[in-house]
């Protein structure tokens, strides 16, 4: 299937990898390219009954690594992550995959950790190294990495039970990691968690995502948003053009084009919440394409997947997305990857 915006542009065409090797899958896994093997770690699942049923949510430090230049079979790293933690920000960087902050099942974290798969003779070793902590905990965040060498993170929640989201917006210079993570000034609109985050001219930008609110209960209730912002390490930030629709955990970062496009994979937009598990159409397959120079969105062709609550690892030319929930509670084994191409004209 092909995703583009004219015929004369450049799009993604998507394969299927090989799937996961669990019985489930994960939602809210890390994931990221290191010495060219796919590394999809940790996340979260209900193994035992759906939540609908009364199953108990469980994380997991599990590691699986895909060597890409075969594709053909996952290998085991013989590795685990620090500890069981899933729904934290995956940045791929220096070569290895970095996960920043995250849940477990009882609190939400401010760990960061670099995993990089490195030669060792005719073999691999996976090596974990701890990055600066983050200010506070923090889950349900997005990021991107801005000119090759800056993280940006931003929006999540500080603990399981927040009623409100947080207005977070923290960097960390991956050149001088001495300072650590450095807050700035948030976005001048609501605090958000699961939004989408994106990357594209020495610029970061962060399109839609959810609010939190006290319901009657005072259980936390969700209220989904399409505004959208850019932000300038020289100018600050900049509202832009709303949405089409809301937008909640997809695929971040944004894909970003050669000619100036940022394209934001499905995402939950809300309006199924009310319907039953067992009625549940799955999460939106169109592509939200927002244009840079003009400001404006339109719609691109539909992805071959309905995955949120997961990563795109971005690699070059190549856009990968593992796993994550195919519908509420449910989670996939399915990879799929994608590739740029040029039509023949």
Known sequence: MALGVQADEPRLQWQRLPSIPDRQGFAGSFAGISNDHLIVAGGANFPDKKPWEGGEKRWYDKVFVLPMQDGSQWVDPHHQLPGEIGYGVSITANNALIGIGGSNSYQHVRHVWRFRYEHHGESFRARIRKLPELPTPCANACGA???????????????????????????????????????????????????????HDGKFYLFGGAALDAGPDGKPVRRWLTDAYCYSPTDGWRRLADLPRPCVAA?????????????????DDGRQLTVPHDQHQGFPRDVLVYDVKTDRWSRGDEVPFSLVTTPAVIDGDTIIVPGGESQPGVRSTEVWQGRFVTDDK
């Open 145 to 199: 990495l801005v000119s090759r060498r800056r993280i940006y993170v931003a929006g999540d929640t500080e603990t399981p039970t927040a009623t409100k989201a947080m207005h977070t917006f923290w960097s960390l210079d991956l050149d001088n990691l001495d300072p650590g993570w450095r807050a700035w000034q948030p976005w001048p609109g609501p605090k958000r968690m699961l939004a989408v985050a994106g990357s």
């Open 251 to 267: 695929p971040s970062p944004a894909v970003t084009t050669g000619d100036g496009k940022l394209l934001i994979l499905g995402g």
